[in-house]
């Protein structure tokens, strides 16, 4: 107890210092973003796993591209205990001259399985009617947004091409919504028995079958389907695994990723606050040691001090994570209807093991250089070079390795960190360059500013470390800022640009003609229209994707269901040949593949790789021989895999087109009497992807600016330890100057000619490496030609600039209220 009592008591008084409450306050920041993550997480994932169960309207669900053999239905059905059918396709309906998309939810007599329909027949959803059946032949339900949108009335005629059905109720709630309850698509419900579609074809058509099992019958259809269904998707309750789950994990790697930056800026500002707490250290073991004390026990009692500030960060940042948790959940009550904040106390224990295996490392060094060191060291305050490599390998090891425990992107990852890597390298060198040509000019220029460089130079350790934490900060403040500034506007004008008014997400083959028709009628140019087939990725070189792929990304999530397949001799206009070689017209093999650069590092292909792709029910092996990427100028529409021109004969596709259209204004009176000659014509203005990029962008600027906030936080922060961490030299080389005869007006100036030099390097530090950022991201994970604004970044840089200077001669001028005698006291 009394090691404790003692190690309690300079916890105390280390903490009435201003180093020591700067190293809490980091710690608690820290803490506070990682475990508010973390709380957000676990409640997102009980909300996932809640819905799984209450929402998927069966125990199975399996779900595919194309319709299963009456077979395999048959099979399928007697292996359960209920069984219900379902098509889902995007159809255009029409009423009084209006015409909208829908998600058209095809049904049989079985549907529901398992819950109730709610339906009312008004749009106040206060008045809902439960019902345990679909919608009768003839008759035709919508959602509250497609009535809305086409200002439907109980009892009005909705037309589906050349037929029509009475509308009879608005539908609220379906039992099976889990995989599409969070589409942005319009939708309607109708009977089997109601509509034929047999000719109609369309990509995005998914067929779904519901089924009631026994654990028993559900493993038999399981392994049955594993072996006969390799394209289509078997979701069960007892499998945990929500159609959402990789989605919000990798939403969950981005933040953890973001976290890296944070805990970056958190390592450098502990780093330099721990500089005067060392010396503390120091002075007490050289104490203790002189009264008879083991280094083992000194060595101790140091790490039960510091365990002591990590139990009262690590409580005080709970609290507020709480508190933030519950904000948080408030904000995304609209995606997760009914989601609900809670204690999550396993994922808490996670994530405190994390942060103090991590802050524990920054600890090994010191605990490393007092272990080191003797008795008469410790009094004379002896510095070991070795001490500041160990930091800097502990540091970058505890990051690098935080950062492959939340890389979602490896790529994206590499670029970033190297970017940084980069920035901080020639901030170094810079560093060194500077102060060397200043010292040497200033032998032959005496003054203030010669001497600056003198003394900084012989600081020059302290001082790059002080530039390093600095630059890097505003770095991160610029390239986020630009990110920012610069993704809204260039994406918003590429796409005005060049994409028309009009997109045409999917056109049937056979409706090919009747589109150029009414184009030509109606005096409209089409911009870009380009062939493709629906194609699911489902096996690479033998192993099914779920087994060849483990890491979650956005490209995996993607090429789980079915993408569009294109075919073109030659390398496209809007796209260039990034590595392999591109198959020639003449060649017999048509077995070749290219994708897309950043599909290939995503999902982790090599050149040679077997890729086999589901086409109209049937396994097609591709050899990968070549990577392309977008090329802008020459359309938007580009594919992520191609094949040769070749291969469309053999496989024999069916066949769709994507592009674009101009319309002038008096074609869009006559677009919905097309639309509704042909229903499955998937068309979207500019205008409605315009506000779909505009939401997403004011999204995604919440999240930024929020981000940015951590990283200003953590800024000041790092200035605030570099402030404190050379506070005792600052005061030492004044009071020295002072006692030569040097005035307080002279070593203000002086301390403004320091901070000028840091801001200096640390500003071209930034500005290159939020250029290197820029070139190196901007291309490979935007298809974006990076065109720096140098007048906006030399400028924020500027603002940047004068505010640290600003602070660090306030700053300084305290430094020197201290009078010569306490100086040499000390």
């Given at each position: 107890?009394?090691?404790?009592?003692?190690?309690?008591?300079?916890?105390?008084?280390?903490?009435?210092?201003?180093?020591?409450?700067?190293?809490?306050?980091?710690?608690?920041?820290?803490?506070?973003?990682?475990?508010?993550?973390?709380?957000?997480?676990?409640?997102?994932?009980?909300?996932?796993?809640?819905?799984?169960?209450?929402?998927?309207?069966?125990?199975?669900?399996?779900?595919?591209?194309?319709?299963?053999?009456?077979?395999?239905?048959?099979?399928?059905?007697?292996?359960?205990?209920?069984?219900?059918?379902?098509?889902?396709?995007?159809?255009?309906?029409?009423?009084?001259?209006?015409?909208?998309?829908?998600?058209?939810?095809?049904?049989?007599?079985?549907?529901?399985?398992?819950?109730?329909?709610?339906?009312?027949?008004?749009?106040?959803?206060?008045?809902?009617?439960?019902?345990?059946?679909?919608?009768?032949?003839?008759?035709?339900?919508?959602?509250?947004?497609?009535?809305?949108?086409?200002?439907?009335?109980?009892?009005?005629?909705?037309?589906?091409?050349?037929?029509?059905?009475?509308?009879?109720?608005?539908?609220?709630?379906?039992?099976?919504?889990?995989?599409?309850?969070?589409?942005?698509?319009?939708?309607?419900?109708?009977?089997?028995?109601?509509?034929?579609?047999?000719?109609?074809?369309?990509?995005?058509?998914?067929y779904r079958y519901l089924l009631t099992a026994t654990p028993e019958q559900r493993g038999s259809i399981e392994s049955w389907a594993s072996d006969k269904l390799s394209d289509f998707t078997l979701l069960t309750k007892a499998s945990g695994s929500h159609p959402l789950a990789l989605f919000w994990q990798r939403t969950e790697n981005f933040l953890g990723l973001a976290s890296v930056i944070l805990f970056f800026l958190a390592a450098i500002a502990i780093d330099m606050a721990n500089r005067r707490y060392l010396e503390r250290q120091k002075q007490r073991l050289a104490v203790y040691l002189s009264f008879g004390q083991t280094l083992a026990a000194c060595l101790r009692l140091s790490l039960l001090q510091w365990l002591l500030g990590f139990l009262l960060s690590f409580m005080i940042a709970i609290g507020l994570a709480y508190v933030a948790q519950h904000f948080l959940i408030g904000q995304l009550a609209d995606q997760f209807p009914g989601i609900a904040s809670g204690w999550h106390p396993a994922?808490?224990?996670?994530?405190?093991?994390?942060?103090?295996?991590?802050?524990?490392?920054?600890?090994?060094?010191?605990?490393?250089?007092?272990?080191?060191?003797?008795?008469?060291?410790?009094?004379?305050?002896?510095?070991?070079?070795?001490?500041?490599?160990?930091?800097?390998?502990?540091?970058?090891?505890?990051?690098?390795?935080?950062?492959?425990?939340?890389?979602?992107?490896?790529?994206?990852?590499?670029?970033?960190?190297?970017?940084?890597?980069?920035?901080?390298?020639?901030?170094?060198?810079?560093?060194?360059?500077?102060?060397?040509?200043?010292?040497?000019?200033?032998?032959?220029?005496?003054?203030?500013?010669?001497?600056?460089?003198?003394?900084?130079?012989?600081?020059?350790?302290?001082?790059?470390?002080?530039?390093?934490?600095?630059?890097?900060?505003?770095?991160?403040?610029?390239?986020?800022?630009?990110?920012?500034?610069?993704?809204?506007?260039?994406?918003?004008?590429?796409?005005?640009?060049?994409?028309?008014?009009?997109?045409?997400?999917?056109?049937?083959?056979?409706?090919?003609?009747?589109?150029?028709?009414?184009?030509?009628?109606?005096?409209?140019?089409?911009?870009?229209?380009?062939?493709?087939?629906?194609?699911?990725?489902?096996?690479?070189?033998?192993?099914?994707?779920?087994?060849?792929?483990?890491?979650?990304?956005?490209?995996?999530?993607?090429?789980?269901?079915?993408?569009?397949?294109?075919?073109?001799?030659?390398?496209?206009?809007?796209?260039?040949?990034?590595?392999?070689?591109?198959?020639?017209?003449?060649?017999?093999?048509?077995?070749?593949?290219?994708?897309?650069?950043?599909?290939?590092?995503?999902?982790?292909?090599?050149?040679?790789?077997?890729?086999?792709?589901?086409?109209?029910?049937?396994?097609?092996?591709?050899?990968?021989?070549?990577?392309?990427?977008?090329?802008?100028?020459?359309?938007?529409?580009?594919?992520?895999?191609?094949?040769?021109?070749?291969?469309?004969?053999?496989?024999?596709?069916?066949?769709?087109?994507?592009?674009?259209?101009?319309?002038?204004?008096?074609?869009?009176?006559?677009?919905?009497?097309?639309?509704?000659?042909?229903?499955?014509?998937?068309?979207?203005?500019?205008?409605?992807?315009?506000?779909?990029?505009?939401?997403?962008?004011?999204?995604?600027?919440?999240?930024?600016?929020?981000?940015?906030?951590?990283?200003?936080?953590?800024?000041?922060?790092?200035?605030?330890?570099?402030?404190?961490?050379?506070?005792?030299?600052?005061?030492?080389?004044?009071?020295?100057?002072?006692?030569?005869?040097?005035?307080?007006?002279?070593?203000?100036?002086?301390?403004?000619?320091?901070?000028?030099?840091?801001?200096?390097?640390?500003?071209?530090?930034?500005?290159?490496?939020?250029?290197?950022?820029?070139?190196?991201?901007?291309?490979?994970?935007?298809?974006?030609?990076?065109?720096?604004?140098?007048?906006?970044?030399?400028?924020?840089?500027?603002?940047?600039?004068?505010?640290?200077?600003?602070?660090?001669?306030?700053?300084?001028?305290?430094?020197?209220?201290?009078?010569?005698?306490?100086?040499?006291?000390?």
């Amino acid at each position: 107890m009394s090691w404790i009592t003692l190690a309690f008591d300079n916890f105390l008084n280390d903490s009435k210092s201003s180093d020591g409450r700067l190293v809490l306050l980091t710690q608690i920041t820290l803490i506070l973003f990682l475990a508010t993550l973390s709380l957000t997480s676990a409640s997102v994932q009980q909300y996932l796993d809640d819905n799984l169960n209450n929402m998927l309207g069966a125990d199975i669900s399996v779900s595919g591209p194309r319709p299963l053999s009456s077979s395999d239905e048959n099979l399928l059905s007697d292996k359960a205990a209920d069984f219900a059918k379902i098509q889902l396709t995007p159809l255009a309906i029409s009423l009084r001259g209006e015409t909208i998309p829908v998600q058209l939810k095809i049904t049989d007599d079985n549907y529901p399985l398992q819950g109730s329909l709610k339906i009312g027949m008004v749009q106040d959803q206060t008045i809902q009617k439960t019902i345990e059946h679909g919608p009768p032949p003839g008759e035709i339900w919508l959602g509250p947004r497609a009535s809305s949108k086409i200002d439907a009335n109980i009892g009005d005629r909705i037309a589906i091409g050349e037929e029509t059905f009475r509308f009879t109720a608005i539908i609220y709630h379906e039992p099976d919504r889990l995989m599409e309850g969070h589409s942005v698509s319009m939708r309607a419900l109708i009977n089997s028995k109601s509509l034929s579609i047999d000719d109609v074809k369309s990509s995005k058509t998914l067929y779904r079958y519901l089924l009631t099992a026994t654990p028993e019958q559900r493993g038999s259809i399981e392994s049955w389907a594993s072996d006969k269904l390799s394209d289509f998707t078997l979701l069960t309750k007892a499998s945990g695994s929500h159609p959402l789950a990789l989605f919000w994990q990798r939403t969950e790697n981005f933040l953890g990723l973001a976290s890296v930056i944070l805990f970056f800026l958190a390592a450098i500002a502990i780093d330099m606050a721990n500089r005067r707490y060392l010396e503390r250290q120091k002075q007490r073991l050289a104490v203790y040691l002189s009264f008879g004390q083991t280094l083992a026990a000194c060595l101790r009692l140091s790490l039960l001090q510091w365990l002591l500030g990590f139990l009262l960060s690590f409580m005080i940042a709970i609290g507020l994570a709480y508190v933030a948790q519950h904000f948080l959940i408030g904000q995304l009550a609209d995606q997760f209807p009914g989601i609900a904040s809670g204690w999550h106390p396993a994922t808490i224990a996670k994530t405190t093991g994390l942060i103090f295996l991590l802050l524990l490392a920054f600890q090994i060094p010191m605990l490393w250089q007092l272990s080191r060191t003797s008795l008469v060291s410790l009094i004379r305050a002896v510095e070991y070079p070795s001490a500041q490599l160990l930091r800097l390998f502990w540091g970058f090891a505890s990051i690098s390795l935080l950062a492959a425990y939340y890389s979602d992107n490896f790529l994206l990852t590499g670029l970033t960190l190297g970017a940084l890597g980069a920035a901080l390298l020639l901030m170094a060198i810079l560093s060194w360059t500077i102060l060397t040509a200043g010292e040497f000019w200033g032998r032959r220029y005496p003054g203030l500013l010669s001497f600056n460089f003198f003394i900084m130079k012989q600081r020059i350790l302290s001082k790059s470390s002080q530039i390093l934490g600095l630059g890097l900060c505003s770095l991160l403040l610029l390239f986020t800022l630009m990110l920012m500034k610069d993704i809204g506007s260039t994406m918003e004008g590429y796409t005005r640009a060049n994409n028309g008014n009009l997109m045409v997400a999917e056109l049937q083959a056979q409706d090919k003609p009747a589109l150029e028709d009414w184009a030509r009628e109606n005096e409209s140019e089409i911009r870009q229209l380009r062939p493709y087939a629906a194609a699911k990725l489902s096996e690479i070189n033998g192993l099914p994707i779920d087994e060849a792929i483990s890491t979650p990304s956005e490209t995996l999530a993607t090429v789980k269901n079915s993408i569009r397949l294109h075919w073109s001799n030659t390398i496209p206009s809007n796209n260039q040949l990034v590595g392999g070689k591109w198959w020639s017209e003449k060649e017999s093999n048509w077995n070749q593949i290219s994708a897309e650069d950043e599909v290939m590092t995503d999902l982790g292909l090599n050149y040679g790789d077997q890729l086999t792709f589901m086409i109209d029910g049937k396994a097609t092996q591709f050899k990968l021989v070549a990577s392309h990427a977008f090329k802008p100028g020459g359309g938007s529409v580009t594919f992520w895999f191609q094949i040769p021109e070749r291969a469309i004969e053999a496989i024999k596709p069916d066949v769709f087109y994507m592009g674009s259209i101009e319309l002038p204004d008096a074609a869009w009176n006559e677009l919905g009497s097309l639309w509704q000659k042909y229903p499955s014509l998937s068309l979207v203005p500019l205008k409605e992807l315009t506000q779909r990029f505009d939401n997403t962008l004011a999204m995604v600027t919440k999240l930024v600016v929020g981000y940015a906030t951590m990283v200003l936080i953590m800024t000041a922060l790092v200035i605030a330890a570099s402030m404190k961490g050379f506070e005792a030299e600052d005061r030492q080389k004044n009071g020295l100057l002072m006692s030569m005869g040097v005035t307080k007006k002279s070593c203000v100036k002086l301390a403004l000619y320091d901070w000028l030099t840091v801001s200096l390097i640390a500003g071209i530090g930034a500005i290159s490496g939020t250029w290197l950022a820029g070139l190196l991201i901007y291309q490979s994970q935007f298809s974006m030609i990076y065109e720096p604004d140098p007048i906006w970044l030399v400028s924020t840089m500027l603002a940047i600039g004068v505010t640290v200077c600003g602070i660090g001669v306030i700053y300084s001028r305290k430094s020197l209220s201290t009078s010569i005698k306490d100086l040499l006291s000390e």
